[in-house]
């Protein structure tokens, strides 16, 4: 899927499952989103800054909003 011209970076970790996890929970919630560097979790995470995740400028307040009421 294309993603919005003007991506953002809403959460960063050095653990790739976890932003997978955080990636489903979005497009569960109707909101597209991409994991960016995960190559990285596994090699060069302090070089890029780990794994990224990332959507569209548009949706970014309401992913943030997601994933700050993440499970524990």
């Known amino acids: 899927?294309?993603?919005?011209?003007?991506?953002?970076?809403?959460?960063?970790?050095?653990?790739?499952?976890?932003?997978q996890l955080m990636r489903s929970?979005?497009?569960?919630?109707?909101?597209?989103?991409?994991?960016?560097?995960?190559a990285s979790a596994t090699m060069l995470d302090v070089a890029v800054g780990g794994v990224r995740l990332v959507v569209a400028s548009d949706r970014a307040e309401e992913a943030r909003a997601l994933i700050q009421d993440k499970p524990s």
């Not at 899927?1 to 932003?19: H, K, S, W």
């Open 1 to 19: 899927m294309p993603m919005d011209p003007d991506p953002v970076v809403i959460y960063r970790t050095f653990n790739l499952g976890e932003a």
């Open 25 to 38: 929970r979005l497009e569960g919630a109707g909101i597209d989103a991409q994991v960016e560097h995960e």
